[in-house]
């Protein structure tokens, strides 16, 4: 296995300039904040452990894809605790969410 080209390379971060990236949640981010930070991760688990696409599941949980990718990438500003338990529910209609 080589390394990329330096076309490839070029190709590859003008590409992901025009990407938003993942947010992370800082230190002293609110419970309410930590609350749906932990609610997006779980989308980003049914994601990753069903091997499907975020049109795939924006599809099967009746949201638009635009909205489902502001989950992933964790734009918990956008979301109430309410709506994203919402979405969850639509997922998993037997779910249970704890606080610890």
């Known amino acids: 296995m080589g390394y990329p080209s330096e076309k490839e390379i070029l190709k590859v971060r003008k590409k992901l300039e025009k990407v938003e ?9 609110s ?3 930590q609350l749906k930070f ?3 991760r779980i989308f980003v688990r049914y994601l990753l452990e069903h091997e499907i696409t975020q049109k795939e ?3 099967q949980i009746e949201v638009e894809p635009a909205r489902l ?3 992933v ?5 956008l979301f109430t605790v309410d709506r ?3 979405y969850i529910e639509r997922l998993e209609p037997n779910i249970k969410v704890t606080v610890s």
């Not at 990438?73 to 500003?77: S, V």
């Open 21 to 29: 990236p993942t947010r992370v949640l800082p230190k002293n981010a």
């Open 31 to 33: 419970q309410a904040d």
């Open 38 to 40: 932990e609610l997006c």
């Open 57 to 59: 599941l924006a599809e």
């Open 69 to 71: 990718n502001e989950i």
């Open 73 to 77: 990438k964790y734009r918990i500003d």
């Open 84 to 86: 994203l338990l919402a």
